[in-house]
């Protein structure tokens, strides 16, 4: 997936592999919707691969950095009554 692996190092002892590294990477794609006032787009998320390393957390961030997706969560859920309240979340992205 053109994805580059988290270094890694050989532990002779255990023959076991080390990461020493946290990485995430997201890639977003291109979501197209028709509210009343026409024709808009956003950027959504499409794939997510993450190596973890307990030693080396990352925070994660708010949805509400994600602004771009606020009139798509509207229209999603002017369509989908399911969807109000905590049933859906907006997407995020780094």
């Known amino acids: ?29 291109e979501c197209v919707f028709v509210p009343k006032d026409g024709l808009e787009k956003a950027t959504v998320g499409s794939t997510m691969d993450a190596w973890l390393d307990p030693a080396n957390p990352l925070r994660g961030q708010s949805a509400n950095v994600n602004t771009s997706q606020v009139p798509l969560m509207k229209w ?17 992205r780094s």
Do not use: C, F, W
């Not at 999603?76 to 995020?92: E, F, T």
């Open 1 to 29: 997936m053109g994805s580059k692996a988290p270094t890694k190092k050989e532990d002779a002892s255990i023959n076991n592999l080390i990461q020493r590294k946290t990485i995430v990477e997201n890639r977003g794609q």
């Open 76 to 92: 999603i859920k002017g369509i989908y009554p399911m969807a109000k309240g905590g049933l859906s979340v907006r997407g995020h």
